[in-house]
């Protein structure tokens, strides 16, 4: 008698799963087009993109849980704690990154050339490298 009410459940159980995944969780009238207002002169004057959109958004704030406090903004001297390496990475690219294969390889730069004594490094910067208002 245990094995039947089990199984029953058991199978019962998995028919609500498979026919909650059959079902749609988009609401279809969710428009998720982004718009733009323009001005008489053509200019944009408001764009608004649906919460939940693909579509890229500039201004705005960025919220973000961490699990202490930071020093600031700085990408050197955030980078001593976990919570500092979390924002500095978040906000500024790297000169290297890491690869797979646990190599050091140029992302900002294009090269590096160190002194003997590794104490002076002259760092070369990829020639698209921009800050961002677009200065090089």
């Keep these: 008698m245990r ?20 079902s749609s969780t988009q609401d279809a009238s969710t ?11 053509g ?4 764009y608004t993109v649906p919460a939940g959109s693909d579509v890229p958004q500039t201004g705005g704030s960025l919220v973000y849980g961490l699990e202490a406090e930071t020093d600031g903004y700085s990408p050197i001297a955030n980078r001593m704690a976990p919570a500092g390496q979390i924002v500095a990475n978040t906000l500024f690219d790297p000169l290297a990154a890491w690869g797979a294969d646990g190599k050091v390889y140029p992302y900002l730069a294009e090269s590096f050339e160190s002194s003997e ?16 208002d677009g200065t090089p």
């Design 3 to 22: 094995r039947t009410v089990g199984r029953a459940l058991a199978t019962l159980a998995m028919i609500g799963l498979a026919a909650g995944a059959c």
């Design 31 to 41: 428009d998720t087009t982004a718009s733009a207002t323009k001005s008489q002169s």
């Design 43 to 46: 200019e944009i004057t408001e």
């Design 117 to 132: 004594l590794f104490t002076e490094w002259k760092i070369t910067l990829r020639p698209d490298v921009r800050f961002h």
